[in-house]
């Protein structure tokens, strides 16, 4: 199992009291070197997105606000939760670019399975627009960079965040060749997700909005999961796997409101880590224990 990790990703760092900091990565990164797990772990240097890489999701508008904003000292770009500094640029190309390499060594065969273990976080990133923490669509560019490069014809994206991908759902909406799957928190923000939204023209089928009341356990994900989720993408057999892997669902994450523990996590992982190659890719998970307890369950469970 492949571990892709850059001391760049700790340079995007937010005004003090903000959720998404990069202390997030220090205690997982730490806590994972703490333990015999992180001596068997394929440790990669992620490569950085090209701007081209970037435009096959993104609006040009779009990466040049990011850009220009970061490079004129830094700023919020949305409604006040999405901060960038001076540095948040170079960290955020990376994140993409470390699921491409993911990508890239996963579909060669170099590697079973890949973690990005990332910051900023994409799900919440739209085509034209910033939002939630997320600048660029990490997942998103690494699945059109398995379908442009690899010639992968049908890509799953499972996001088990505790919130809604609207980012991801908007970017593949009309798109037939990606199945995108989301369990989350619902009413949450950010208010999307409804099970009614299923996809539209081509995509229509391709979107499935699994909405889970505040206090879900683990028990009833796993559940859902042999009724709905895996059912799903056995039918619609990916030639890559991609997991937006948050874990703010967590019991004692601050920002939501679900029940899993770590062990809820390698069993999720567990269910679903067969069914095609898998590249897995951080996006929320702001408790630092039960975030790293959580990442080192879900790389257990992607190496057994
Ligand atoms: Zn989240």
Known sequence: VGF????????????????????????LVTGLQRDELWGRLVHIQPERATLSQLARVHTHRHIELVQRTCKQGGGLLDEGDTYVVHESFEA?????????????????????????????????????????????????????H???????????????????????????YDDGSLLYISLHQYPFYPGTG??????????????????L??????????????????????????GLLIISAGFDAHADDP???????????????????NIAPVVSVLEGGYNLDALSRSVNAHLRALES
């Open 213 to 238: 009341p505040a206090g879900t356990n683990g028990e009833r994900y796993m559940e859902v999961f042999d009724a709905e989720v895996v059912p799903a993408l056995q039918q619609f057999r990916p």
């Open 194 to 211: 409804a099970r009614s939204e299923r996809g539209n023209g081509d995509g229509e089928g391709c979107t499935l909005n699994i909405p």
């Open 146 to 172: 398995s379908q442009r490069a690899h010639g992968v014809e049908r890509v799953a994206i499972l996001d088990w965040d505790v919130h809604h991908g609207n980012g991801t759902q908007e970017i593949f």
């Open 255 to 273: 920002l939501g409101g679900m029940r899993l523990t770590e062990k809820s996590f390698g069993a999720l992982t567990g269910r679903v880590k």
């Open 4 to 27: 892709l990790y850059s001391s760049v990703f700790l340079k995007h760092a937010p005004p003090l009291g903000h959720p998404e900091r990069p202390e997030r990565l220090s205690a």
């Open 92 to 144: 955020a190309v990376l994140a993409a670019g470390a699921v491409i390499t993911a990508v890239d060594h996963v579909l060669s065969h170099m590697l079973d399975a890949a973690f990005c273990a990332v910051r900023p976080p994409g799900h919440h990133a739209e085509s034209d627009r910033p939002m939630g923490f997320c600048l660029f669509n990490n997942v998103a560019i690494g699945a059109r």
